[in-house]
């Protein structure tokens, strides 16, 4: 098996208001699909949620607060998995409920060489 990294993105600005009954309901969805990946042996880590904001350092050196305000999309989490090739984790990340607040994840294959 391939290991394959999910990113997951969404523009903080446009994000659903929720009230703390949704957030919870949320997070359970979150938990749901993961569970759902870990129960087919195809979860590698678990990830984590990103704060939203943080530094940039250029290659001049210049250090910036980031992510920058002009990108639309921002990177809100991660997950790391197994899958036989980048269309099975395609399919993995088909449940993913970033989705359904008007993000996106971004499948990418890990190159362990």
């Known amino acids: 098996m391939k290991e394959f990294l999910l990113i997951f ?23 749901n699909w993961v569970a759902g990946i870990a129960a087919q042996d195809k979860l590698v880590d678990r990830g984590n949620r990103l704060f939203r904001t943080g530094k940039v350092l250029n290659n001049d050196g210049v250090v910036s607060d980031g992510p920058y305000a002009e990108i639309k999309e921002s990177i809100m989490g991660y997950t790391m998995i197994k899958a036989t090739s980048i269309e099975d984790a395609t399919k993995l990340a088909h449940g993913c409920p970033v989705l359904s607040l008007g993000g996106n994840v971004e499948i990418r294959e890990i190159n362990s060489l």
């Open 9 to 31: 993105r969404a523009d903080f600005k446009t994000l659903p208001q929720q009230s703390s009954e949704e957030m919870q309901a949320t997070t359970q969805k979150w938990m």
